[in-house]
């Protein structure tokens, strides 16, 4: 049972390039989220979604777009990376009040 | 609105000290509260919920609509405990976190 998988686990970009975080659950989870994580700082909610084809807005979405064209995959685009970008994503499936998490994608823009 | 806090960013125990992890929340409904830990470099797991009043790894959290509190508690404090634990509430069918508690637990 893989649940979350997040991938890359580790990357490094240059200042303006663009990445996508790819994010696949096989629990078939409606609500996928996307969050980061600074150092030292607690989760901030960038996007979430409630099923496929809707998406919405969190607390800091900035410099992100997401799209949900299937179930299973919540993609998170980076389209000119900045310096405040780095930081540690998240990301998160749920099913009623049950979440689970990936275990991380660690993010360095420079 | 719904927020979850965490007054704590940090927060330092010697080893068989009691811990408490404040957390306070704000709701309108009936909320279901919970919280999770990150050991380092780990993926966020569940350690308890408010539902199953259940002790897990010694920790216990309580509930207090009055006070609108869940306050994670241990009365002796282990070094394998050092993590970071955030409080969440499930309302809405959304999770809300909060910003995060980092404990140290000295040897």
């Known amino acids: 049972n893989a649940g979350v998988t997040q991938t890359p686990k580790f990357r490094i970009l240059k200042i303006g390039q663009s990445m996508t975080l790819q994010c696949t659950q096989d629990?078939?989870?409606?609500?996928m989220y996307w969050y980061r994580q600074d150092p030292g700082m607690g989760l901030k909610l960038i996007y979430y979604?409630?099923?496929?084809?809707?998406?919405d807005k969190g607390e800091v979405p900035n410099g992100y777009n997401v799209s949900r064209s299937t179930t299973e995959d919540f993609p998170l685009r980076l389209e000119l990376a900045a310096p405040s970008q780095t930081s540690v994503y998240f990301c998160?499936?749920?099913?009623?009040?049950?979440?689970?998490f990936g275990q991380g994608t660690r993010l360095t823009v420079v | 609105a719904q927020r979850v806090t965490q007054p704590e960013k940090l927060l330092s125990v010697f080893k068989g000290a009691p811990v408490e992890l404040k957390c306070n929340y704000s709701y309108s409904g009936s909320p279901e509260l919970f919280w999770y830990v990150q050991y380092s470099r780990q993926r966020l797991q569940l350690l308890l919920r408010?539902?199953s009043r259940e002790s897990i790894k010694g920790f216990t959290a309580d509930l207090n609509k009055g006070e609108t509190s869940f306050h994670l508690k241990k009365p002796f404090a282990q070094e394998e405990d050092s993590a970071m634990y955030y409080c969440a509430l499930f309302g809405g069918n959304q999770f809300y976190f909060g910003t995060g508690t980092s404990l140290t637990v000295i040897p």
């Open positions: 998160a499936s749920s099913y009623g009040d049950k979440a689970f």
């Open positions: 629990m078939n989870h409606n609500y």
């Open positions: 979604s409630v099923g496929a084809g809707i998406t």
């Open positions: 408010h539902i």
